[in-house]
């Protein structure tokens, strides 16, 4: 019987504790786990059977964290890491090597333009940055050693959404997975393996967990993509040493991704993800959808009082009316457009940083996707390593302010950035 999606965030991929009937999720605080005798250890070495071995590699409550959001995404298979950077380099690892590059868009969370343009060089990777809304440019940047194209479904920090079905189309001409980031959408406004994606990859830090208390990243494999079909992906399709020849795609099918992650990527990157974390991230999925109704009622209210108000410029939020993304919302994000948005203040860079100064009620943090409102001047802090035409392409001009819409009152909100607005334009 298929289950809806409230449903799925509260029981899919957990069960009562078998020792105990423990209701609610353990914590398997443990490095390591007993086997019953030296062939149920050498089966589990060899991948003959699936179980525990060591927590680098898996644990049951991580485990458990991975079926839910596999299962919320609509994936076959996932792997949790130690934060969504560390999930962008897993997602990416088994495709790579050096003298291979990915083609990005420019609207991408200034973290991850540093990671791909800078430490990606330590790896001989590159990325090619291009404008993911003019479509012949995203073809055209791709070649015969791209391995992966990359975007984030809803954008940070500009909240632009991408056209998922579109890009999805070029990347499946030439034959390499889409990845697409899908953290500030969470699999309950969107889903990008129903627009094609082949990857999906999240900081759990944000909405998943949703109160601001642990780290962690996700991976989601589709397991539709064909590994064998081109050559280009011999870490998945050809023979693997470390396992005696063992072929991944060829044995595991479509959890070939998902396997190969656990047994050489957790494995050998050690990126994991904690227990204690993974605990946190379940008790948060458990309210998603309750919260994400809330931050986008929340989000669309702000976003059109700022538009209206004469200190502000202008506001990037794509559930605006007059959004040139507004259009894309029904299709990629159906219940909503999210809760992260810019604005720019009147006075620029200066109004801006008077603005986070006088802010009460927002925090002022390097986070998003919190209960709690959270605001950042992106070009001083987040994007602040990207040149000023970064800056500019990513969403994160000098003159605009992030905000990520919590779930309080949205009257207490606007009072504060009325109070706040007052201040910083004066």
Known sequence: MTQGFDTLQVHAGTAPDPATGARQVPIYQTTAYVFRDADHAAALFGLQEVGYIYSRLTNPTVSALANRIAALEGGVGAVCCS????????ALFPLMGPGLNIVASTRLYGGTITQFSQTFKRFG????????????????????DTRAVFCESISNPGGYVTDLPAIAKIADKAGIPLIVDNTLASPYLCRPIEHGATLVVHSTTKYLTGNGTVTGGAIVDAGTFDWSASGKFP??????????GLKFHEALGGMAFTFHSIAIGLRDLGMTMNPQAAHYTLMGIETLSLRMEKHVANA?????????????DFVTYAGLASSP????????????????????VKG???????????????????NLGDTRSLVIHSASTTHRQLTPEQQQAAGAAPNVVRLSIGIENVEDLIADLDQALAAATA
Request: with cysteine; proline share 4%.
């Open 83 to 90: 934060s969504g950077h560390a999930a962008q380099i897993m």
């Open 125 to 144: 990777w590159s990325a090619r940055f291009v404008d993911f809304d003019d479509e012949a440019a995203v073809a055209a940047a791709i070649d015969d």
């Open 235 to 244: 870490s998945l399709s050809a023979p693997e040493p470390a396992y005696h």
């Open 300 to 312: 669309k209210v702000v976003a059109e009082w700022l538009e209206n108000d004469p200190r502000v």
């Open 325 to 344: 993304w507004n259009g894309r919302v029904e299709k990629i994000c159906p219940k909503g457009a999210g809760a992260l948005f810019t604005f720019a």
């Open 348 to 366: 620029g860079y200066e109004a801006c940083v008077k603005l986070v100064d006088a802010l009460q009620l927002f925090s002022h943090v390097a």
